[in-house]
């Protein structure tokens, strides 16, 4: 296993936390997700149609969170004496929470910069920074070419620019790479990039030509994974899909490994592998060899659920040492605050592939693909569920959270329920009790089908409340008595020994630090 902040952050985690973990974890609460992955929605296909990953006429989807922005405490963030002006005084090492700072320009991230390190943040994940197709956010997501840098987001002046400003903060940069696919120029066998236009541009050779390609024919059977792994993804109607590259050619790894030296060279220390499920697994140990992934956080997507954890996410579990974004977690999360689901099953979830491993875990509660994509969208949370959510990826001791802040509308996306996010200060709060409870241990205190509490080592703990009426608990809690002070509401409690009581208001979370820890 690679070391690396991160993971060194996770096993200090672990190393405190064996004695307790999850040994509350109620013994019958199995509830597998169902394999609904007939369609892979990974990204919109057609280049010729612009408007497709933005087209809703769903009436159905009643998840539009527009009108609903993420509530923000009325507390006034100029109050001396107020919990935002502590988090700002106090420093907090060992930050390894991500913002994916999703399709901001490179010079709107700098200048987001010391917001971004004030609200606690470790790391910026950044949309996929090579030549790309198009101007709508998904162009990202079809390369053109490795070589170079340059596109709506910017160029790689303004990469270096903004990565160096980061460094300098302390907060790392952590680049999006696609690497199974190249842009879809609506042909089949017309496969020649960069096309000319591009060459002749930043007059460069060309870099990848048919036999660069696999044969072209679109992923129909999504339960054979070497047909997932072979054929192009595609958006229907005809779409000639996305060419998928042959990635184990010595040639197309060399290529990669050039891209990636590259981005490493900016100072880029991630690297967030998009498409991971439609790649050989054995690509991984060729291209990510220890000279490319020293000093650098290697994480993937792999799109699946319980149901399909063993044929999706298993093999590349076992075939890497990378970290893969919580995708079952975020079905279990999903379900967990439905109207039929119970908090309790977050417990326990990695047993029931609920979930993935405390070490191999990137947890998240949306991601840039659930609302802007037709087929993911209900997945999105109800906007005060999200954040009961967040208080329970950003309190919880497994895993690395990663907050997701987007453009809006105005930028082509479905939505301004995101825009802005990590400028919102309740995310600043529940960052500030991951950073202070590092390291520390977690206790399941209560579960139940409405409420979590959940201790970190002795002297933090929060509490979730998902249903509509407050919930009252008298009795012992384990908590060390003293003064507690209350991170989302600001407010200051006693609790006292023995018998112990507690208030969870409906449709709320609290984030308690015993103000030893606020010193
Ligand atoms: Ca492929």
Known sequence: ????????????????????????????????????????????????DPNDPNDSNDPNDTNDGNKEPLPTPVVDPDNPNGIDALIDRLQVPGKDSIVHMFNYTFEEIEASLPQIASAGFGAIQISPPQLSNGGPWWGRYQPLDYRIIDGPLGNETQLRNMVAAADALGIDVIADVVLNHMANMGS?????????????????????????????????????????????????DGDSGLPDLVLMSDYVIGVHQTYLRKLKDIGIKGFRVDAVKHMEKEYFPRVFTDEITEGVFVFGEVIATAG????????????????????????????????????????????????LSWDRAVTFVVNHDIPNNEGFRSQILDPIDETLAYTYILGRSYGVPHIYSAKGKADGLRDDRWKFAHLDSSLKRKNFFHNVVHGTGQTVIHSSNCALVISRGDKAFFTINKCGEDLDLSQNLGLNAGTYRELLADQTIEMSSGEQKLTIPARSSQMFLHTDLLK
């Not at 298993?314 to 970290?323: G, K, N, S, V």
């Open 1 to 48: 296993m690679k070391l690396n902040k991160y993971l060194i952050v996770a096993l200090l985690t672990m190393a405190a936390s064996c004695r307790h973990d999850e040994r509350k974890i109620p013994p019958s609460l199995e509830n597998p997700q169902q394999n609904n992955d007939g369609i892979d929605k990974d990204k919109p296909k057609d280049p010729n």
């Open 188 to 236: 089949n066998f017309d496969l020649s990039y960069p096309p000319q236009e591009f060459r002749s541009k930043y007059k460069i050779g060309g870099l990848f030509s048919r036999n660069d390609f696999k044969s072209p024919y679109c992923i129909s059977n999504w339960n054979d994974p070497q047909h997932v792994i072979d054929g192009r993804l595609c958006g229907g």
């Open 308 to 355: 399909t954890f063993d044929r999706d996410l298993e093999p590349y579990l076992r075939a890497t040492d990378m970290a893969f974004m919580d995708f079952p977690l975020q079905a279990t999360i999903k379900d967990a605050f439905g109207p039929s689901g119970s908090l309790s099953n977050l417990i326990g979830a990695v047993n029931r592939k609920g979930a």
